[in-house]
């Protein structure tokens, strides 16, 4: 019992962190797109 909860709990966390990881990296691409994309328009001749 002991030697499989150790290991799914450490998947789990990894996963949990990776979940996390990527929807922080979605809003992060939603907020700096934008700005992004203005400062590429606004450079345009």
Same mark, same amino acid.
């Given at each position: 019992?002991?030697? *499989? @909860?150790? =290991?799914?709990? &450490?998947? &789990?966390?990894? @996963? !949990?962190? !990776?979940?996390? &990881?990527?929807?922080?990296? +979605?809003? /992060?691409? +939603?907020? *700096?797109? =934008?700005? !992004? @994309? &203005?400062?590429? !328009? @606004?450079? /345009? =001749?």
């Amino acid at each position: 019992m002991t030697v *499989y @909860s150790v =290991p799914s709990k &450490l998947v &789990l966390l990894c @996963s !949990f962190c !990776f979940a996390e &990881l990527r929807v922080g990296l +979605d809003h /992060l691409i +939603d907020i *700096y797109f =934008p700005t !992004f @994309s &203005l400062i590429i !328009f @606004s450079a /345009l =001749p």
